[in-house]
């Protein structure tokens, strides 16, 4: 498209430039196109071609060239390169702060881990994939007196600490995210065995600080062909096991007294 915008620039000051028409402003259509789509640099360079067609278009249409050296040419490849650069600069400081946009959006605004919506995407994909996966689920247990007892923010600092071990974990490839107060959620290419004996590191880990989540575990396809399937199938097991863990303290609790 810019090739041919500078095409038709060129052509049009060749064929029907006259004093004061102003033709060669059509070359700012190309300079515009380039730097919208790169950056700084090249919008610049953008420009300097511009400036260089015009002062080719101007050496022959005119049989002077004495027009090519004056300040109307100098000006002109200052405008040039000037708006070529500025427009490429603001397009790639645009562009950049989208992709920061793009990032926050998918991560959760406390914990700096991936969010729900992060998580139900690389689902997603994973099972668009076909490759076989082992979906996890943690829920922080007692979290709610945690809360109550000692306030908001302890129970942020918790949250944070979950999502901290929780990426200490984690494989370079696999996916983390917070889905839920606190619920959270990890993807890894792990067999399910192996990734029950990562979830029992993590439990001693945390148990040290006083901190217990409960687990559910399935794996695709195995499991479930969808997002879906694998989801209610995890949430299930994640349910059963804050019950066998609530049953298990309570007969604790009992056994002390």
């Known amino acids: 498209m810019a090739v041919l915008a500078y095409a038709g620039a ?16 059509f070359f700012y259509v190309p300079i515009c196109l380039v730097a919208l789509v790169t950056g700084e640099l090249r919008g ?9 067609l015009y002062v080719i278009a101007v050496v022959v249409t005119q049989t002077s060239t004495a027009d090519v050296l004056s300040w109307s040419s100098a000006v002109r490849l200052v405008t040039y390169t000037s708006v070529g650069a500025l427009l490429g600069w603001y397009a790639s400081r645009n562009r950049t702060l989208l992709g920061e946009l793009d990032q926050q959006a998918f991560k959760d605004f406390l914990t700096g ?4 919506r992060f998580f139900e995407s690389r689902l997603a994909e994973r099972c668009a994939a076909g ?3 082992t979906l ?12 109550d007892l000692q306030g908001h923010d302890a129970g942020n600092t918790v949250l944070c600490r979950v999502a901290g071990a929780l990426n ?4 370079p490839a696999d996916d983390v995210a917070r889905i839920g107060g606190d619920e959270f959620a990890f993807v890894t290419h792990l067999q399910p065995e192996q990734a029950r004996h990562m979830c029992a590191r993590l439990t001693r880990t945390l148990a040290e600080e006083n901190l217990h989540l409960s687990f ?7 499991d479930g062909a969808t997002a879906v399937e694998l989801s209610r199938k995890t949430d299930d097991r994640l349910f059963a096991a804050k019950l066998l863990n609530r049953n ?3 007969v604790a609790a009992h056994t002390r007294n």
């Open 10 to 25: 060129f052509a049009a000051f060749l064929i029907v430039d006259q004093p004061g028409l102003g033709i060669g402003h």
């Open 113 to 116: 881990i991936g969010n729900a």
């Open 131 to 133: 490759k076989p996966f």
């Open 216 to 222: 559910g575990t399935t794996c695709f396809p195995a």
């Open 168 to 171: 200490e974990i984690a494989w």
């Open 44 to 52: 610049a360079a953008a420009g300097l071609l511009a400036a260089a």
């Open 248 to 250: 298990r303290r309570t």
């Open 136 to 147: 996890v689920f943690a829920d922080l247990d007692g979290f709610g007196e945690i809360n």
